[in-house]
Nanobody
Framework: VQLQASGGGLVQPGGSLRLSCAAS????????IGWFRQAPRKEREGVSC????????YYADSAKGRFTISRDHDKNMVYLQMNGLKPEDTAVYYC????????????????????????RGKGTLVTVSS
């Protein structure tokens, strides 16, 4: 399984970015793909997650109302549209994947901060600053 995150950059507060995660290596029908982030001197934080089979989405409280996760099932791509960015969103963002688990357990773990997904790509840096 390989994951490649892209789309990070420098943006002013209030701005937007769209992150992309390209996944390959398995048939992702029964997998979930999610995003977590790591900021300096802070613990890893789950951001958002999507079940590739049915498109169910999950968001951490910090992402609700500002971020939107989506998928292109045919291309094995997952996107994270981030609007209304704040300086506290500054972090390296990683995409990760693993089997979805019963009742969306893999995604629920991620947004609760338990990053149990075994497959992770290299991150992409998001910097929100004026």
């Amino acid at each position: 399984v390989q994951l490649q995150a892209s789309g990070g950059g420098l943006v002013q507060p209030g701005g937007s970015l769209r992150l992309s995660c390209a996944a390959s290596g398995v048939a992702f029908d029964y997998y979930a793909i999610g995003w977590f982030r790591q900021a300096p001197r802070k613990e890893r934080e789950g951001v958002s997650c999507i079940n590739m089979s049915d498109g169910s989405t999950y968001y951490a409280d910090s992402a609700k109302g500002r971020f939107t996760i989506s998928r292109d099932h045919d291309k094995n791509m997952v996107y994270l549209q981030m609007n209304g960015l704040k300086p506290e969103d500054t972090a390296v963002y990683y995409c990760a994947t693993d089997r979805a688990g019963a009742y969306g357990s893999t995604c629920l773990n991620l947004i609760r901060g338990y990053i149990t997904m075994n497959y992770r790509g290299k991150g992409t840096l998001v910097t929100v600053s004026s």
